[in-house]
């Protein structure tokens, strides 16, 4: 079957977000096999789908697994999947997506842009959990639990630099959050781009630093959308790759905006 590689939340090849994309012509083998697949591509997700039967609530089944575990929501895949869709003719217009998050609507824009629909994470404030501050080695400002649906630790810190600088003990920070922790702050010249900064860490999941986190954005749009007082934003995740994310807040949903490119598109004979 065909396996592709694409770079979601990239405008260029070789930035954004990697992913592993799988169209399948049967529903989903067993898991041993999804997973063995998502441990060769080792990239933070490949994305698994297939067609579902006219008249039913979506359209095409999509699964995400990490090269250790399946997750339960992961933006920048459904991006990745979406484009290749839409690249080799096999949906047009509005997709939905059957995931173990409800079901996931995108939409092709103009000059490729898609926009995806999630839902908005529920932020709750916590105590900053003990050991969190030496395993950032930065001191946290605040921290919210963003809810089963994500799953991480959203802290803020003092400012855009102490974002870029972090160097943290990725072993340490397994144990202060579910599947991880998103660090972000307010970007100090919004003129350059961008509304607010965030890099994001899922050693739970075996992904030290994930490049450009779709996910993690249902919970940055709410919380900077509060603190900027606008719904419309732009958020980098300031990781080696660097990506941009255009956000939407809509209530309870969250709109996820960005492009995607295709650098590898070959065959797997396993």
Request: hydrophobic share 45%.
């Amino acid at each position: 079957m065909r396996i592709r590689i694409v770079d979601a939340f990239a405008d260029l090849p070789f930035t954004g977000n990697p992913a592993g994309v799988l169209l399948l012509d049967d529903p989903f083998p067993d898991d041993d096999w999804l997973q063995r697949v998502a441990a060769e591509v080792n990239h933070s997700e490949t994305a698994f789908a297939h067609r579902l039967p006219e008249g039913g609530e979506a359209d095409w089944a999509l699964r995400w697994f990490t090269p250790v575990t399946e997750v339960a929501m992961c933006g920048h895949a459904t991006l990745a999947t979406a484009h290749v869709l839409y690249a080799t003719g096999a949906h047009a217009g509005l997709v939905r997506f059957a995931t173990r998050s409800g079901v996931v609507v995108a939409t092709p824009g103009e000059e490729g842009e898609i926009t995806l629909d999630f839902p908005t994470a529920p932020l709750t404030e916590v105590e900053v959990p003990a050991g969190l501050a030496e395993a950032l080695g930065a001191e946290p400002v605040a921290a919210f639990d963003t809810g089963p649906g994500v799953g991480d630790l959203l802290v803020e810190l003092a400012d855009e630099k102490a974002v870029l600088e972090l160097t943290p003990d990725h072993r340490a920070l397994t144990g202060c959050a579910g599947r991880g922790v998103i660090v972000t702050a307010r970007a100090e010249d919004p003129t350059l781009g961008s509304d607010y900064v965030s890099r994001c860490f899922f050693p739970n999941v075996g992904i030290d630093e994930d490049p450009v986190t779709g996910s993690a954005h249902t919970a940055l749009a709410p919380y900077w959308s509060a603190r900027l007082d606008r719904d419309d934003l732009t958020g980098l995740q300031a990781s080696r790759r660097t990506g941009l994310v255009h956000t939407g807040l809509r209530g309870d949903r969250t709109l996820l905006r960005g492009r995607a490119v295709t650098v590898i598109d070959g065959e797997l004979l396993a």
